[in-house]
């Protein structure tokens, strides 16, 4: 089975400065994506960024940026010139694409990285 | 472009009693996943429909049973309500089929109280 570890519950920055929130993952296949979601205390789950795991480059979205080690099984996500909006609970999240499996499309989620921005 | 839509938006419901959520995916999307979270955790995969079928199954008791429609919206539906059913039910959605369309989207998710 796959799991997911998110070991800092909680991370703190100041804004316009840069964090990094850590993920650590373990499966068996070789085919997967994996995830960053944001979950304001609205509720709403948002998609941050994504990163297919048969792609070597990092996926960069505006200043969300990943470090994606496969061969570790890291999955860290950095926030640059960060921002009030981006206060929130951080998850990481796995999801296999053979779609031969029994994990196919199921997301498997870490426990959670609450971050907060000071100003 | 409408996103997912979830309702009702919040649910206070007694031990024993059943409860019916639901959900409407992304325009676009054929494949309709559910989710429990409880406070402070991440997400639990709870089952996934598609083609009106359940696909996959998490490890949830028979309690929880789903359906999904030809429009492909999709119900949970909770039966005999224990207090540890209190939690975020979010929905997902996606387009059915592999690469990016293994990206879900959620909706604003259903709050349940089991008193």
């Known amino acids: 089975a796959q799991t997911v570890t998110q070991s800092q519950p909680e991370m703190s920055v100041q804004e316009a400065e840069t964090v990094t929130l850590s993920c650590t993952y373990d499966?068996?296949?070789?085919?997967?994506?994996l995830f960053w979601y944001k979950q304001p205390p609205s509720r709403q789950m948002i998609l941050v960024i994504r990163?297919?795991?048969?792609?070597?480059q990092n996926a960069t979205e505006n200043r969300f940026s990943v470090n994606f080690q496969k061969a570790a099984k890291s999955f860290s996500l950095k926030i640059s010139d960060s921002q009030l909006g981006d206060a929130a609970m951080y998850f990481c999240a796995y999801v296999s694409t053979y779609a031969g499996g029994t994990s196919y499309g199921k997301l498997t989620f870490g426990q959670g990285t609450i971050l907060t921005v000071h100003p | 472009d409408a996103g997912v839509t979830q309702s009702p938006t919040h649910l206070i419901k007694t031990r024993g009693q059943q409860v019916t959520l639901r959900c409407s995916p992304k325009?676009?999307?054929?494949?309709v996943s559910w989710y429990q979270q409880a406070l402070g955790q991440g997400p639990q995969f709870i089952f996934q429909?598609?083609?009106?079928?359940?696909?996959q199954r998490g490890n949830f008791p028979d309690r929880f049973s789903g359906h999904q429609f030809p429009n492909y919206s999709s119900e949970l539906n909770v039966n005999a309500l224990l207090l540890g059913d209190s939690a975020l039910y979010l929905c997902?959605?996606?387009?059915?089929?592999?690469?990016?369309?293994?990206?879900?989207?959620f909706g604003p998710g259903t709050r349940l109280t089991v008193l």
């Open positions: 325009s676009g999307h054929d494949t």
């Open positions: 429909y598609y083609e009106e079928e359940e696909r």
């Open positions: 499966t068996s296949e070789s085919d997967y994506y």
């Open positions: 997902a959605s996606r387009v059915s089929g592999t690469g990016s369309a293994d990206t879900q989207y």
């Open positions: 990163q297919e795991a048969y792609k070597q």
